[in-house]
């Protein structure tokens, strides 16, 4: 399978714990994107990466989640000290890059804090 | 005004008629557009970018309307198949970075038999 791949595909965890998720894009793929999206909204953008490095995060990332793509390749997800609402779907997705660039999404983490 | 909006539905459609639906952006200087499709509790899958010329994909046709700040998705001969939630999808950077890829809440449509 060379699509998106993210793992786990469900994680159920208590308030005040840390979680972490991982995401394999396209091998081709120079782009990461880390999106939430709740029930009856759109996905929303988190981060993205070019290779390595983190080009930007969004306000909604607060001081308790980060994002890594260590070798350009793979890239994590952790959120600390988890609250209920950051109960949603984590989705992953890689692309390109350039003008016009369409996002390939991994089947994403669906995250319940309890 | 919120930036990229769509009429959440449902719409309730009779298979084998034509359906479309609106999604206004709030940009003037958007560059990029694109119908994403999402099935419920699935990933959202690229439907069709759209061109400033209009472009068709087989039933679906998208539109861009820059003078009044829209596009739009036409889908002739629904079928059952095609009941899903259709995002809108923009880039509100004028650079078309990445990060300005927004996504309106969707449109949710039912093919009904």
């Known amino acids: 399978d060379t699509g998106v791949s993210q793992n786990p595909r469900h994680k159920i965890t208590k308030r005040g714990q840390n979680v972490t998720f991982r995401c394999d894009p396209i091998s081709e793929h120079n782009r990461l994107y880390w999106y939430r999206q709740t029930l009856g909204q759109g996905p929303e953008f988190l981060t993205y990466f070019q290779n390595e490095a983190q080009l930007e995060k969004s306000r909604l990332l607060s001081d308790r989640f980060s994002a890594e793509r260590p070798k350009g390749s793979f890239s994590t997800l952790e959120i600390q000290r988890t609250e209920q609402g950051d109960s949603a779907m984590y989705l992953c997705a890689s692309s390109l890059g350039g003008m016009g660039e369409k996002l390939f999404f991994g089947s994403g983490t669906q995250l319940s804090v309890l | 005004r919120k930036e990229v909006e769509q009429d959440p539905g449902p719409f309730n459609v009779p298979e084998g008629a034509t359906v479309a639906f609106n999604c206004t952006y709030s940009n003037s200087a958007s560059q990029s557009f694109f119908w994403y499709r999402q099935d419920c509790r699935k990933e959202p899958k690229l439907l069709m970018s759209v061109y400033s010329s209009g472009n068709e994909d087989g039933r679906f046709t998208a539109q861009l309307n820059r003078a009044s700040q829209y596009i739009s998705l036409l889908i002739r001969d629904s079928k059952l198949s095609d009941s899903a939630t259709y995002l809108c999808?923009?880039?509100?950077?004028?650079?078309?970075?990445?990060?300005?890829?927004?996504f309106g809440k969707g449109t949710h449509l039912i093919i009904q038999p």
């Open positions: 999808v923009v880039n509100m950077l004028v650079g078309g970075g990445a990060d300005g890829l927004t």
